[in-house]
């Protein structure tokens, strides 16, 4: 852990160039170099979009792009995980969804990945004017670090002369018409009409029975957390919806961390929960609603007497109780992985989508390409899905049958259930009758949620070819070849025995460790096998910490998670502001002779004079 004594001044590295086989999105069809960005403060997002933390950390730079748009270029890399990112028009089609407004390269190979030693996704790279790396910084929440940089770095190059102000390389692509834009969720209204969120529109669409003819929409179609009638209300990517016992809708309104309320004959949209802003480590997970914050919630559903909500942005479930007014977690410990059993232990990642049963509540948990789901006494079971670098197409019984990101399910009257294999773009079905896993249908792009519609017909929701789909449940699955992937990501060779795990973190240029009331850090370690750990397993307040691997385990994935805390170093000031420092990260490693003795991660970069 570091003292908070002065760090030496590293020696100036040139940033290597950005090399993508895919090419550049979002530049009028011209491919940039980086001299081509000379002049200009650079921030280079590695992410890829899967990963609900290079959502946040996408949102998060929104105001930085803006407040610095005539000297800072923000370059999106993206970095896939799953072999549908891989596909160029899934990363066009993500570009859009999630409306990054800064040109993009697509990596599908992670050559530049590689060339900056990412290790973790996101990743943010600081570049100065002159073409040097000066920071970089793993995870999310290091905005307000990486915009004190930007000011400085601004104030010392105009002083040198090397600044460049002007207009940005970003051309926005051409607005594309269309009733839907990459609708998330869907519901069957009481009435037999359809609501569907459309997401990228930052609305709600009510469709006639046919699942086509619009009936109305609800929402302005801008960005933001707006209550009342319907052509003034405001979303921003709104994905779950669920029918609540009063006939009300409850919807997810995922980037303002909010749960919202509509009344379908009204067309007003009220608030039920949420501040407007993202859960941190720290904060309050039980409350009144709209004093507690959320993060990400991406679907909700009605089990039991409260809705439930899945909090992909911190791998938990939520509860809502209308009766109290109130939320709370009801599994997960935020932990990012594959872990079953009580709900207060289990493991999630990435929740997005839900369906209730009569006996249980199911779960497309999509970063461990699962099915899962949770029963009345709160126990976690896996149905389908090994943990998260093990995804393909693959069915079968159900310990050896594959998903690839799944983003919904649907419960199905004979007690099987649908799931909505996003990144295999399938519909497939699990029996728990049989434990098997079969394909009802193939060829849907990127579907995202269905619903069930009259006559033993289903609904797709079709994301990437903004439409809903109808489909007869067949009597006998399709069959399909099996594939079986696993992550591009490379594992970390280490060596046999003793590991020293090292989170290196050095508070932001201005800022301090908060000691204030004890240790400032917090370091939770643990891994997939758990026999991969022969010691060194568990929770602590120092950020370097000696592992012992098992002789007998070949590979694995370790899991860490570090939290530190800082407070603006201004002796004047009683009441300093305070950020929180949290990186989650899953490395996966192979054991070899000659492998790595060390493992550092980097919890936060270090500035320019660090």
């Not at 570091?2 to 020696?11: F, I, K, L, Q, T």
């Not at 839907?180 to 997401?199: M, Y």
């Not at 109130?326 to 935020?334: D, H, P, Q």
């Not at 799944?406 to 399938?426: E, F, I, Q, R």
Request: hydrophobic letters at 40%; one cysteine or more.
């Amino acid at each position: 852990m570091n003292d908070g004594s002065p760090a030496p001044r590293r020696a100036r590295v040139r940033a290597p160039e950005l090399i993508g086989k895919g090419g550049w999105l979002n530049t009028g069809g011209k491919s940039l170099t980086l001299a081509d960005l000379r002049g200009r403060c650079v921030v280079v997002d590695f992410w890829t979009f899967c990963c609900v933390n290079c959502l946040h950390v996408i949102d998060e730079l929104r105001e930085l792009e803006e407040k610095h748009r005539d000297t800072l270029v923000v370059v999106g890399v993206h970095s896939p995980k799953f072999v549908h990112e891989a596909e160029h028009q899934a990363v066009v089609d993500a570009v859009e969804r999630y409306g990054v407004h800064h040109p993009v390269l697509d990596d599908p190979e992670l050559v530049t990945w590689k060339q900056y030693a990412v290790r973790a996704w996101p990743t943010l790279v600081v570049i100065d004017p002159e073409g040097y790396v000066v920071a970089q910084h793993a995870g999310e929440g290091h905005v307000h670090a990486i915009a004190k940089l930007v000011a400085e770095l601004e104030e010392e190059h105009a002083a040198k002369g090397t600044l460049r102000r002007g207009e940005g390389p970003y051309v926005p692509p051409e607005p594309t018409p269309g009733d839907l834009r990459f609708p998330g969720k869907a519901l069957r209204l009481p009435g037999g009409t359809f609501l569907v969120s459309d997401t990228t529109r930052h609305a709600l669409v009510e469709l006639a029975a046919d699942g086509e003819t619009v009936l109305r929409r609800i929402g302005s179609g801008e960005r933001g957390l707006v209550d009342g009638p319907a052509d003034r209300a405001a979303f921003n990517e709104p994905q779950g919806l669920a029918l609540l016992p009063d006939g009300r809708v409850a919807v997810a309104d995922t980037v303002n961390h909010a749960l919202r309320v509509l009344d379908p004959d009204s067309g007003t949209v009220g608030t039920l929960a949420g501040t407007g802003q993202q859960w941190w480590q720290g904060g309050a997970t039980s409350g009144p609603a709209r004093e507690v914050s959320l993060s990400s919630p991406w679907d909700v559903a009605w089990f039991g007497d409260r809705l439930w909500i899945a909090m992909a942005g911190v791998h938990q479930l939520w509860t809502y109780d209308p009766a109290a007014g109130t939320v709370a977690v009801a599994a997960g410990t935020t932990n990012e992985g594959l872990v079953d059993g009580p709900a207060d232990e289990a493991w999630f990642a990435q929740p997005s989508g839900l369906a209730a049963a009569e006996d249980r509540l199911w779960i497309a948990d999509s970063e461990t390409s699962a099915l899962r789901w949770i029963d009345a006494d709160g126990n976690v079971t896996t149905a389908v899905g090994t943990g998260l670098f093990d995804f393909g197409h693959r069915d079968g019984a159900a310990e050896q049958a594959l998903l690839q990101h799944p983003l919904g399910v649907t419960a199905l009257p004979d007690g099987s259930v649908a799931v909505a294999d996003t990144y295999n773009h399938a519909l497939r079905r699990y029996d728990p009758a049989t434990g098997e896993v079969t394909t009802l249908a193939t060829d849907l792009r990127e579907p995202s949620d269905a619903v069930l519609a009259e006559d033993g017909e289903i609904l797709v929701v079709e994301s990437a070819r903004h439409r809903l789909t109808r489909l007869r449940l067949p009597e006998e699955a399709v069959k399909v070849a099996s594939v079986a992937h696993r992550t591009q990501r490379q594992a970390t060779e280490v060596a046999p025995g003793e590991l020293d795990l090292d989170v290196v973190f050095q508070a932001p240029n201005g800022q301090k460790l908060d000691t204030r009331y004890g240790p400032s850090t917090r370091l939770l370690v643990s891994a997939t096998p758990p026999e991969l750990l022969a010691d060194g397993e568990g929770q602590g307040t120092d950020l370097r910490r000696r592992l012992r691997l098992a002789a007998d385990v070949p590979e694995g994935v370790l899991h860490v998670s570090a939290m530190a805390a800082s407070c603006d170093d201004d002796p004047d000031n009683p009441y300093p502001a305070c950020h929180v420092h949290q990186q989650d990260w899953g490395v996966p490693v192979r054991v070899v002779p000659d492998g790595a003795t060390r493992l550092p991660l980097v919890l936060a970069g270090l500035d320019a004079d660090a």
